[in-house]
């Protein structure tokens, strides 16, 4: 069997710089032009990086926990790591394609592989129009903001508004209200992913909104467009044994 070309992608974490430098005396760093893998040595926020780094360039990642939680990533453990890559499990990932507009009417695109997230910028909450597929579904949520989150991405954000966890495959969206004062039942939505969705900004100027795509800021926005990103696509390799639709279902039984 012929050697497995790997690129190593280390954050500037002791840990991680640590963990580079063991794997880098057992295994040869191909360059990424010609490499088979990535392999990422940090936490979920470094992977979040890289993959944003990588998307729709159709090399696999495989992440190796080197940060705290680690949802993303795999055990650390570099014996027989070219084994361990060639038996691992591979989960294609979409990200959400955001579209927003300022009340400058400046147009801002983004992509996020966890979320889409509308977040209040003063002392007064925001109050947010909801269309799914053209048809309005709440004129007005009375709110702090609210997530769009991909089944990635549920366990993040989303988890802490008291949002859904999507299993990995589930073929749907999430849409959590974060801190919602109207409708007071209103708890979110589970959406189809070719869904698409649009949140506008009532009394926009009074009480003004920021659109977060993972990294990307936008303040002041007057309307917000998401949908899943079909035709974009990330491969991430997952161990067998622990995969990420195993620590989906393993999450939602925490105490």
């Known amino acids: 069997m012929n050697a497995l070309k790997m690129h190593f992608l280390a954050d500037r974490t002791p840990c991680a710089k640590e963990a580079l430098k063991a794997l880098l005396q057992l295994y040869p760093n191909t360059p990424t032009t010609k490499a088979e893998v990535i392999v990422v040595l940090g936490g979920d926020g470094f992977m979040l990086k890289v993959m944003h780094r990588y998307l729709n360039k159709g090399i696999p990642l495989y992440g190796m926990n080197r940060g705290t939680i680690g949802f ?14 060639r038996k691992s499990v591979t989960i294609n990932l979409h990200p959400l394609e955001m579209l927003a507009i300022t009340e400058t009417k400046k147009e801002v695109k983004a992509m ?9 910028q003063t002392r007064q909450a925001a109050n947010i129009r909801v269309i799914i597929n053209k048809k309005k579904r709440l004129d007005n949520l009375v709110c702090d903001g609210v997530i769009v989150a991909t089944p990635a991405g549920s366990t993040a954000y989303n988890l802490s508004a008291h949002g859904p966890i999507l299993p990995i495959e589930a073929n749907l969206m999430v849409l959590t209200p974060i801190s919602a004062f109207r409708p007071r039942r209103w708890h979110g939505a589970l959406l ?12 926009a100027s009074k009480r003004p909104v920021n659109a977060v795509a993972d990294y990307t800021e936008v303040k002041n926005v007057k309307s917000v467009k998401v949908k899943e990103a079909s035709n974009v696509s ?6 067998p044994e622990h995969n990420l639709e195993e620590r989906v279902l393993k999450e939602q039984f925490q105490d």
């Open 192 to 203: 189809p992913k070719a869904a698409e969705i649009e949140l506008e900004i009532l009394q």
């Open 112 to 120: 996020a592989i966890n979320e889409v997230s509308l977040l209040r």
């Open 72 to 85: 993303l990533m795999n055990n650390y453990n570099i014996k027989n790591l070219p084994s361990r890559i």
């Open 234 to 239: 990330l491969p991430v390799l997952f161990d």
